[in-house]
């Protein structure tokens, strides 16, 4: 019987989450039952809305101290309970940070691993990369020629919104937080430009980069990028609310933009949960693995070493020092 | 020669629009020339927005010290330099507050006096009608069985609200400032029920009255209306983001709700400005007219005499202490 070496949220985050917030304990790894597979952990997605999760605050559920970890992992069948899977079949499971996971064959989603490399599927190809599908275009209507901006521009879910922007005929402006990530945007992904927020000021680049309006504004952060966007928007313009990353490390809930700013752009703003976009997931996937083979998208990995040092990777991912999409490679 | 009473702004107001930041002034009536007509004013519209205009903050633009306040008016012409208008004939007009204006013909709406009550072309048949019709039906699209919540619920926009919305099936429920007000939403409106925010905690009412959830918020007002209604959305909740009534007599942009709570009941958030939906004003006319004649829809006026008194019919409307739509009977 192997060791599964398991990640438990220690106590409750203040603020950032520092690694003294987690515990790394050995247990036996389970057997599975009937309908259960016995997993290994290949790849560990570390996401901000985990914080969220953290601070009891998240749709998906709250994480209490003493309790794995949780999160998406792409892992490798060990031993199956179930007539479906073999030994080596890829999946994706939301089985937390622990090496050997026993879950429910009923509860994963299989993974082709034709498709790209398998760590996408907690990606471009995953959860980030259908999040950026559904919300750009089912929730922000984008047209030929439209000005989409998007914050968060190197994370998985922005680099794809504004790429998949360009792919529709939209001309897509980032907004991140380090040269390196903008000079990526522009040279790597595509974007017409991309505001590095820490060296320009918000406004000026808003204003320098989306000279007819913003028409699309496709929000990751919240805060002060969502207030200039939305000072900024064009007439009829599409808002689409995906990600709170300005205030997942607080307790508060600090005020949004003025209504005005709704009223005079006409604009229509909404608000985006993946959940509830599951039905996209097949054409996404024949997209996206598409274009992924075409190189008509491009995307970046920040992948750290080691359960043992998931804490680490998590902090870093929440004062945004990651530089793409933060995964933890377990096995 | 008629002597032509005219309201000019006199200065900027401070805060709550003042009866000495106006003037009243007589001169001479104008002639018309081709293409024109001469009118008299018998009912002058005082709307909100207009507090907007004096900020120069108005999109149908600003109105300086020393010009005619502006505002539409339903008038009889009294000559004519049209073939298409003859002495007697109805017509509304943005004639702003004088009892004798010349305006193109080509800029005025005719009015059918059949339709109802000629003071309604500028109330509930009028620029407030079309807001709450265009606005409910087009951008709050109601479904029957959805509760509708609507701030000043017994103004000309709020009550049609309300009222368009219960013929379309949904369940109106208002929020007002006094027990008069709140009273006749209930009994003549026909509102599910009405808060009185200045006695009951907004919260509690609004928990109290919309136990499900809000499925449609019109927003007359923001500030702490919009705030509230924002906590208590339905899944998949759409806004109509119309009016902002706590803020016209600030030049402040107080900060809004914040975004979370649109992403978590998966809402719509929509700007509303009339002027966009002048293509269903036949539909809302043929509507709200028989509407009014089968008595399904109830509404008030608050009346003042004389257009030396609009500048303090102007305080009560921006201090909330008018009963119905506020009209100026001119002559």
Chains 1, 2 share one sequence.
Request: charged share 20%; hydrophobic share 40%; aromatic share 6%.
């Amino acid at each position: 019987m192997n060791d599964n070496t398991c990640v438990l949220l220690k106590r409750r985050s203040e603020g950032v989450p520092v690694a003294e917030d987690f515990e790394l304990v050995t247990r036996p790894a389970e057997q599975p039952g009937a309908g259960q597979l016995l997993c290994e952990t290949r790849y560990l997605s570390l996401d901000p809305y985990l914080r969220g999760r953290i601070s009891g605050r998240h749709l998906s559920g709250a994480i209490l101290p003493g309790e794995l970890m949780g999160g998406e992992a792409v892992c490798q069948v060990l031993e199956s309970g179930d007539e479906r899977f073999q030994p080596g079949d890829w999946l994706a499971a939301y089985s937390g940070w622990q090496r050997y996971p026993v879950v429910d064959a009923d509860s994963v989603r299989t993974v082709d691993p034709g498709l790209g490399p398998v760590s996408t599927t907690l990606g471009i190809l995953g959860m980030p990369g259908l999040t950026a599908y559904a919300g750009l275009l089912r929730l922000g209507e984008p047209k030929a020629g439209d000005t989409v901006l998007v914050s968060a521009a190197t994370g998985p879910v922005g680099s794809m919104v504004a790429q998949i922007a360009q792919i529709k005929g939209g001309r897509a402006v980032g907004i991140a937080g380090s040269p390196d990530k903008c000079a990526w945007a522009v040279e790597q992904a595509g974007m017409a430009g991309c505001i590095n927020y820490k060296e320009e000021d918000l406004r000026e680049g808003v204003k320098r980069l989306c000279p007819d309006g913003v028409d699309v504004y496709f929000d990751n952060v919240g805060g002060e990028c969502l207030q200039v966007a939305m000072e900024n928007l064009a007439l009829g313009a599409r808002v689409v609310l995906c990600g709170l990353m300005a205030q997942y490390n607080t307790d508060e809930m600090p005020p949004g933009p003025n209504p005005a700013w709704v009223i005079k752009a006409r604009a229509t703003v909404r608000g985006m949960v993946v959940y509830d976009h599951e039905d996209l997931r097949p054409q996404f996937l024949s997209d996206a693995s598409l274009w992924l083979k075409e190189d008509r998208i491009r995307y970046l990995e920040d992948v750290t070493e080691g359960l043992e040092n998931a804490p680490d990777a998590f902090h870093r991912l929440m004062t945004g020092q990651n530089f793409g999409k933060a995964l933890v490679k377990v096995s």
